[in-house]
């Protein structure tokens, strides 16, 4: 066997032994199931209770997006995802079992990289289990609402559907944003007081900025208002970036968290 290969096959192990490790952590404890359950939960709750406090006279413009609506609850759900990302990290560094994971996987950014994806499969899954919810319950709830198009909400809309796998990629997102996060902060609290003031302060700001075209910029580099942009199905003439390139810049932000936490963990102490 040539240097290369047994390299190689060492890589390849020491990647599949960091993902099994991860995927043991968070199995064998009951804190992120919990939040997943609830997640999903609160999604789809969330969602059936704005598409059923809809309301529009009949023959009226409502302006409203009803794939959008029946996804609102996605805005809630990603407190929870934000949550559940911090502690995979952070709950280590508060008990010293970050010392024993880096003793027996002294690759750091493995473990990372093995974090990150056992977090995210996670939220994949439990993510499509609240975004098919929240549609079904819109596609249940809103047809009778009086408001237009309501009773064609269906994933085999290409719009709708681009909404709800979109949502799905959003909740991932926000979960590796928030383990970047935690591994430059690693307090918890702190941690997920960060990742909340990133999501909901840009929204607050573009609030309260009365020039249409600083109000225009905060939103586009907004994680949350940028990303969200995904769930658009009408209107999209109107968004500050188009429905991709929203997510994208979700997607800068997580990847710029994770290169500043592996940046972190590889160069600062345990």
Partial sequence: MSAGTSSGFASRHTELTSLHAEWTKLRTVSGPSWLLAAMVAVTVATGAAA???????????CGVDPARLSLTGVQVGQVLVAILAVLAISNEYSTGMILLTLTAMPHRTAVLAAKAAVVSGLVLASGTVAVLGSVLAGRLILPGRGLPGFAALSLGDGAVLRAAAGSVLYLALIALLSLGVATVVRESGFAIGVVLGLLFLFPILAGVVSNPDWKRHLQQIAPMN???????????????????AGLGVLAAWAAGALLAGGLVLWRRDA
Wanted: glycine share 10%; aromatic share 6%.
């Fill in 51 to 61: 598409a059923a406090s809809a309301r529009c006279q009949p023959g009226a413009f």
């Fill in 226 to 244: 940028a990303g969200l942009d995904i769930q658009a199905t009408t209107g999209l003439h109107s968004l500050p970036l188009s429905p991709w």
